[in-house]
């Protein structure tokens, strides 16, 4: 893929912006709360924590992809970031949905680094990976992984019931029992029952859906702005590069030929002066024979360019090379150089600009002249 510097800023933009607004909730939250280990066991926590880990190691990427010239964001850190994003929109979605308009506490939930965690981060890193994010293709088979970081964390949920030491809430979300209750060995079944049809229904339906409408917006943004613009057979670096040598190598004896007329009309001033040596009563008597001789070496030569380069004299009409410079028809947004008569591009090239100056250099090179067309293929020059 040719690497376009303008994209790979977009999503270092992108990430900056996303580990910018993460660091600052997560501060807050530090600052606001003495417990730490208490507000790591929230769903809410987790997601923030892990989209901003995600962009801040894409960040570096970016980076050193900018820096190296080269696509440095694998598919592995897009998926990993597109879980990330599906975690905290699942966040955002339930606090939208069903915490806040069932809020019968007094815990605000727009508040300080809440604010933050529930709806800036969410919706920023969700707008980051679709609109900012294109740069690496993340495959079919990838979008619904996020639906195991939902299972996960509920199967986490369930098992800290069992694990949880005496007298210690085991449903902090309330969503059973009333939050903060202990729950009794005897309800642990419907707690477990309830608890994992809860999580099941968000990693399906948040998990799955969310992974791939995400997948999807991203997938029309890659093929926007760089499936469009960067044709498939100019990734690999092949097609330019393998063409230009070989039809270099098979053009360039071509000029061979204008040295076997001129052997024509040499030889046999040089016949004539070995002959100019002996009496002239002799040159008299044979004088045929001067121009018998300069026949043989003459006919001896043409073989041998015809054997070397092939030689068809109605190809670049008589030794002339006219390169032409037009659109390349398998690859419509990228200009071609051909030479008149040949069947496959000399190489090519993103702009005509470009192509123009390395026909140009040919020119200057091995002579000959060259033709443009337009973007609807009429000649212009």
Known sequence: MKFSKKHFVVGLIGNLLVCALGLTGIIMLMLENSNLAE????????????????????????????????????????????????????TFTIVMVYLAPNNSTNFDLFAGSQL???????????????????????????????????????????????????????????????????VAPADLTKFTLGSFLLFLGESLGGGLVFGFVFWLLNKIMNLIFIGYTVAPEVEEGSPAEAQEPVSEEKEEPVFEEKPVEEAKEEAPEEVKEEASDEPEAKEEKEPGIAEKLPAKP????????????????????????????????????????????????????????????????????QGGSIRIHSMKGQLRK
């Not at 894409?58 to 850190?77: C, D, G, P, Q, R």
């Not at 990976?129 to 986490?156: D, M, N, S, W």
């Not at 001896?300 to 068809?312: G, H, L």
């Open 116 to 182: 933050f965690l529930h709806v800036i981060t969410p919706i920023a890193a969700v707008f980051s990976f679709i609109f900012l994010e294109y740069q690496t293709k993340i495959r079919f088979r990838f979008f619904y992984f996020p639906v195991f970081f939902a299972l996960a964390y509920g199967a986490f949920y369930i098992s800290y019931a069992f694990l949880a030491p005496a007298g210690t809430a085991i449903d902090w979300y309330g969503f059973i029992f009333e939050a903060g209750a202990r």
């Open 298 to 365: 003459a006919s001896s030569e043409k073989p041998k360019t015809k054997r070397n380069v092939n030689y068809n004299p109605n190809k670049y009409k008589d030794g002339v090379r006219v390169y032409h410079i037009s659109r390349s028809k398998f690859m419509s947004k990228y200009w071609q150089v051909k030479l008149a008569g040949g069947e496959k591009a000399i190489k090519i090239f993103p702009t005509q600009a470009e192509a123009i100056t390395y026909a140009k250099e040919l020119v200057r090179k």
């Open 39 to 90: 507000t790591m066991k929230y769903f809410t926590t987790l997601s923030n924590i892990l989209v901003t880990l995600c962009a801040f190691v894409n960040l570096i990427l970016y980076a050193v992809s900018i820096s190296k010239k080269k696509n440095y964001v694998k598919e592995f850190f897009q998926v990993m970031k597109l879980i990330s994003v599906v975690a905290v929109a699942i």
